[in-house]
């Protein structure tokens, strides 16, 4: 999963610092935790689709 990081943050499963407009790429479920923070601290990154025309 990708996130755009909207207030820095220090990630504490891994200690490393996240700043804003970092895009970050974690597992499914970490996302959803980062998403549920009721600081906002992350937004999802839409997945743009490459289909022929």
Known sequence: MRLKV???F???Y???L???GDI???E???GEELLS?????VSPI????KKAK
């Open 6 to 8: 909207e207030i820095a």
């Open 10 to 12: 220090v990630d504490k």
């Open 14 to 16: 891994t200690g490393e």
């Open 18 to 20: 996240h700043d804003i």
């Open 24 to 26: 970050i790429t974690v």
């Open 28 to 30: 499914k479920a970490r």
């Open 37 to 41: 923070d009721s600081r906002k601290v």
């Open 46 to 49: 839409e997945k743009t689709s």
